[in-house]
């Protein structure tokens, strides 16, 4: 995961009950809205362009919230910490990001999976445009 180099750590807050199915649907959405501002309508058809990330859902019985690392290009990185609480606020009303720069990616690597178990893999997230298909 450090190899990932990230450049921005961010919390994802519900500030309500959901399921983790729920937020892990609300998160892609978010993602989907981030790039389309970022590279523009084409985004999907962009897989390179778009921004990548690695995240894990944190407490999904008792105050649910995603931590993700970003990696991003500079100006990618400036334009996310000015229209990410704008997305957010209009997926989730009374939640909230906290949006911090990267300095050591081995402590917030170690921060993020602090409760990955085999038993909870199912909490790790990764960009669905990174994912491969079967081969045939």
């Known amino acids: 995961m450090t190899d990932f180099d990230p450049d921005l750590f961010v919390t994802f807050v519900f500030n309500r009950s959901i399921s983790m199915d729920e937020a892990q649907a609300i998160f892609e959405k978010f993602?989907?809205?981030?790039d389309?501002?970022?590279?523009?309508r084409a985004f999907l058809r962009r897989p390179n362009d778009r921004t990548d990330y690695i995240a894990t859902v944190e407490k999904p019985d008792a105050n649910i919230h995603i931590h993700a690392l970003f990696k991003m290009t500079a100006i990618q990185k400036v334009r996310f910490c000015l229209i990410a609480n704008g997305i957010w606020e209009g997926?989730?009303?009374g939640g909230n990001l906290d949006i911090q720069t990267v300095?050591?990616?081995?402590?917030v690597a170690d921060y993020i999976?602090?409760?990955l178990r085999p038993e909870t893999s199912d909490r790790l997230l990764l960009p669905r445009h990174k994912e491969v298909s079967p081969s045939r």
């Open 91 to 93: 997926l989730v009303k």
């Open 36 to 40: 389309r501002k970022l590279i523009g």
């Open 103 to 107: 300095y050591g990616a081995e402590g």
């Open 113 to 115: 999976t602090k409760e």
């Open 31 to 34: 993602h989907g809205h981030l």
